[in-house]
């Protein structure tokens, strides 16, 4: 059977996943914002900050009153944060002020409260400060119709922050493409459950579901499936009913006996080859009622790595975050490949920067990949490499 170049692949489910591609936007409520994608850039509906404000605890004079120091200014009272506009400060007085209270009109300094000290009946300003101290004019972080944020920025914690200064409580944001993980085969049961002689528990739903809103997918359903066609079929409707645009499958590709998803979804015009890899040759691709079907093998390492490989990239880009990047890195130890047969080797990346294989090529070993961070780009017609070698790397 030929084999199907891994990057030849990769475009065929891009092309497959076309029609996912354009998202429509979404208003979602700023508390629920985080990690989300702005859409178009957001622009700041007022000034910040939006009034004077004292950037210290301290006292509100008037430089010009400060010629002589120490300066000793009568003492007219105190502003606290939240007060309403203050009356104008009077020339040669000085006005107790809190951290984030409006300064007010005629002040042009905070003279910081342990540069002061109190004496009868007023203040002793002990250093001279310049006007515009430790004053925060309005609009000084940014002004009102300023773009606060860009479009496609991912929204961390300092985003949201911003967003709530301005007072915006929704943000238009990328619509996250709807994801349903379907696991195949008898064998399989939820995690947790009792385990009886022959039983595994299903590692490749709760992989495929977080790596899927890694990459900012939203999982809409996550089912088991067993080995039966029909059941499988009713699983996808059930998943398309859910709203689900993109459906994952493991396992039942191959050329055993009980081969649901092929079973399934040959007869309705499912491509089902082999790709030049290892882990992670048998691979698929279908629709189902119009829905792309990407098929992934049933092996936990090879269900991840193409993951990683095929639909990661896809959705990131979809998502508006950043692809992630091939690095050339020096192996830290020697290694041997399997002749004839393109490699994606689990490896872990060295205090120093360098790389160091973790476990064989076996796609059973998931323990092995759990104790990785990048895979090993290792091409079809190199069987060995010295410590020191350079490969190129693919992060997990």
Known sequence: MQRIPVEDYAAVIRELLASVTDRPVEIVPIALAADRVTSAEVRSPIDLPTFRNSQMDGYAVRSADLDRIPAVLPLLGEIAAGAADPAALPAGSAIAIMTGAPVPPGADTVIPIEDTRLVDGGV??????DAGDYVREAGSDVLAGAVLLPAGRRLASRHLAALAAANLMEVAVRSRVRV???STG???VPPGAPLAHGSLPDANGIALAAAATAVGAEVVDLQLA????V???ATLDRAIAAGAELV???GGISMGAHEPVRQLLEPLGAIVGTVDMQPGGPQAHARYHGVPVVCFPGNPVSSQLSFALFVAPLLREIAGLPEHRRIVRALATPLESIAGRRQFLRARVTADGEVETVAGPGSHLVAALAAADVLIDVPAE???????????????
């Open 248 to 250: 994952l499958t493991s």
């Open 382 to 396: 190199v069987t060995a490499l010295p410590a020191g070698a350079s490969v190129d790397t693919v992060d997990l």
């Open 124 to 129: 002793e300003v002990l250093r001279r400060r």
């Open 186 to 188: 008898n064998e399989l």
């Open 226 to 229: 067993g080995d039966d066609p």
């Open 180 to 182: 349903a993980v379907v």
């Open 231 to 233: 059941r499988l079929g």
